[in-house]
């Protein structure tokens, strides 16, 4: 019953929430405070092809926080609000 319970609840959670994507890719530029622009590798979940630039809005302190400057390698989840995507989590790749 507790495994049913907890099968459901995930199933429940994927509904009302929309799923994370992972992108990979390069810093360009933070033009704003809680924006980045990322050159990416593929990101089959939104049709999008390689080296597009994708806009990224966050929160300033979780940007002031991973310390990334313009040429570092990232790696993001990030999840589709309305026509916007917002960063969930970032972290650099060395």
């Known amino acids: 019953m507790v495994l049913l319970a907890a099968f459901a609840a995930g199933i429940w959670g994927t509904i009302l929430r929309p ?8 810093l360009a530029a933070r ?4 924006l980045i622009l990322v050159n990416h590798e593929p990101v089959a979940g939104l ?5 597009e630039l994708m806009a990224v809005f966050a929160e ?8 990334l400057k313009p040429g570092d390698r990232v790696r ?10 917002v960063l969930l989590r970032v972290e650099k790749v060395y």
């Open 76 to 85: 993001l989840a990030v999840r589709l609000d309305g026509d916007r995507l």
């Open 47 to 51: 049709g999008m092809a390689a080296m």
């Open 19 to 26: 799923a994370a994507h992972e992108v990979r890719g390069t």
């Open 31 to 34: 033009p704003a405070a809680n």
């Open 60 to 67: 300033p302190a979780l940007l002031d926080t991973a310390g």
